[in-house]
């Protein structure tokens, strides 16, 4: 047995991949210490259940200075677990669970399950 668990572990497999998120997403952070912020997605990790959010998890980091950048304390956001992340709803103005839909012309869209918008990742 090994003492601490690999990075490599915590992945799930290919086939468990689901995430109510997406990039460019608005959305609410329900726990931690950036509770009830709202931000843009930026990035989505979906085999690790991460994602990194605009101005939420900020962390410092010390950097070593580089030919390409300064060293220092540099402020960056890292990446939050998605279940303390609910997708915002415009229209309810707040965080909402997530359904999906097929449109008469056959193309898939992700719905409020509140009161039924329409939300789709701005372009
Ligand atoms: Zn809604």
Not at 29 to 38: Q, R
Not at 82 to 95: D, E, Q
Request: net charge positive; aromatic share 4%.
């Amino acid at each position: 047995m090994p003492l601490f668990r690999s990075k490599q572990r915590r992945d799930i497999k290919p086939h468990q991949v689901k995430c109510h998120i997406r990039k460019d997403d608005q959305v609410v952070v329900i726990a931690g210490k950036d509770k009830g912020k709202i931000g843009r997605v930026l990035q989505v990790f979906p085999r690790r259940q991460r994602a990194i959010v605009e101005g939420v998890n900020i962390v410092k980091r010390h950097m070593r200075p580089t030919p390409y950048a300064e060293g220092g304390i540099v402020e960056k956001p890292a990446p939050i677990h998605i279940s303390n992340l609910m997708v915002f709803c415009p229209k309810c103005t707040r965080g909402v669970r997530i359904g999906r839909k097929i449109l008469e012309d056959g193309s898939k869209v992700r719905v409020c399950k509140r009161c039924g918008e329409i939300i789709e990742a701005k372009e």
